[in-house]
């Protein structure tokens, strides 16, 4: 494969998974163009880091700030993903953690290019069989953190630190506008939310995911999960505490960091 112009930031970014060593994004500032070079960095440094080999990648995360808005997603390492209750606080991080609360959704039925090009917003939830509470870790490979540029964030696996799945739950439609969330953080106050997911539910981004995640050929498995970002935005959260999220009628998850 012939080198290309976004090469040194898969490098910067393999480097920096693997000796904990953040790079600064403004010292590879023009190198991305559009999302299109991100995702190809995307793909490098998965690649590189031997993360799915010829397999589709199994766990994703996707989402936008609003329906008008371009949706983006990202690839998840298996290594980063844990279902049940989880303790990672030994886990290396380069940046202070924040988390994220929010509802993923399981493949019932194989996809492929074909069958996600004809989908509509009201055909995708056939395709889902159950739904989990999560939580996201979130973590950045850059000196900037959530401050480096949004290509930059994109190209970073969406600032992907870990994903821990709650129990799963069968998938029916409900009134999401209704839909409550709860985050505690150790001793923290309780964060409560209703019907504040940015795409009004999260399964109006399947369509967008799932043309994008067959792109090249790609068939998913049924099982394949995708977590539909944060119902209370990025919440702060310390070495040492436990998490834990709650979608009352769903269910919930927990982490300790």
Do not use: N
């Not at 917003?121 to 069989?129: E, I, K, N, R």
């Not at 067959?214 to 119902?231: C, E, F, M, N």
């Not at 998490?243 to 009352?248: G, H, I, M, Q, R």
């Amino acid at each position: 494969m012939p080198p290309s112009t976004f090469d040194p930031v898969v490098h910067a970014l393999v480097q920096a998974r693997r000796d904990g060593t953040a790079p600064a994004a403004a010292s590879l500032a023009a190198l991305l163009q559009d999302a299109d070079d991100a995702y190809a960095v995307q793909e490098g440094v998965a690649r590189q880091l031997g993360w799915f080999g010829t397999a589709p990648p199994l766990c994703w995360k996707s989402g936008g700030p609003s329906r008008d808005a371009g949706l983006s997603h990202a690839p998840l390492p298996p290594a980063g993903v844990c279902q049940g209750a989880a303790d990672i606080g030994r886990w290396p991080w380069l940046q202070p953690r924040g988390i994220e609360a929010e509802i993923a959704l399981r493949l019932a039925h194989e996809v492929d290019a074909t069958l996600a090009a004809r989908l509509g917003p009201g055909d995708a939830p056939a395709l889902v069989d159950a739904m989990a509470v999560s939580i996201e870790i979130v973590d950045s490979r850059w000196q900037e953190a959530l401050d480096a540029p949004a290509l930059y964030q994109l190209a970073d696996q969406l600032c992907h630190g870990a994903l821990v799945l709650g129990d799963w739950a069968a998938f029916a439609a409900r009134d999401w506008g209704l839909q409550e969330c709860r985050v505690q953080i150790g001793a923290r106050p309780l964060v409560s939310r209703r019907g504040t997911h940015s795409l009004g539910d999260p399964a109006f981004l399947l369509p967008a995911w799932l043309r994008h995640a067959t792109r090249g050929g790609l068939r998913l498995p049924a099982g394949t999960v995708v977590t539909t970002g944060s119902w209370a935005g990025l919440l702060p959260a310390a070495p040492g505490e436990k998490v834990t999220a709650e979608f009352p009628g769903i269910g919930h998850a927990s982490v300790q960091l």
